[in-house]
């Protein structure tokens, strides 16, 4: 079983910058990909970033690839999400994931096996 917190919402002026964190339970972090995704009200909850097992690789997607950056801290448990230029359209609960046994990072939903409760961000123009 994996539990993840996340941490670090807020509200911030268009321009701005936070940075997420989420922290996790387990003794198997570090072969597990972890990912970043997103729901906006009245809307799917949509990819965001991903990191692989070592953090040797990420993967963005295209609406915030240049602004935001994830990191992994496989001694500490944790995952990282720095968003940099943030947008009004940024605004959302951000959900940490973790694909439990698999390494190789994934922007679909479904191949991630855990959750976290999310944290909100909103933008302000």
């Known amino acids: 079983q994996v539990q993840l917190v996340e941490s670090g919402g807020g509200l911030v002026q268009a321009g701005g910058s936070l940075r997420l964190s989420c922290a996790a339970s387990g003794r198997a972090f570090s072969s597990s990909a972890m990912g970043w995704f997103r729901q906006a009200p009245k809307k799917e909850r949509e990819f965001v970033a991903a990191v692989s097992g070592s953090g040797s690789s990420t993967f963005y997607a295209d609406s915030v690839k240049g602004r935001f950056t994830i990191t992994r801290d496989n001694a500490k448990n944790t995952v990282y999400l720095r968003m940099n230029s943030l947008k009004p359209e940024d605004t959302a609960v951000y959900y940490c994931?973790?694909?439990?046994?698999?390494?190789?990072?994934?922007?679909?939903?479904?191949?991630?096996?855990?959750w976290g409760q999310g944290t909100q961000v909103t933008v302000s123009s």
């Open positions: 994931a973790a694909r439990s046994g698999s390494p190789y990072y994934s922007d679909s939903k479904g191949a991630y096996d855990y």
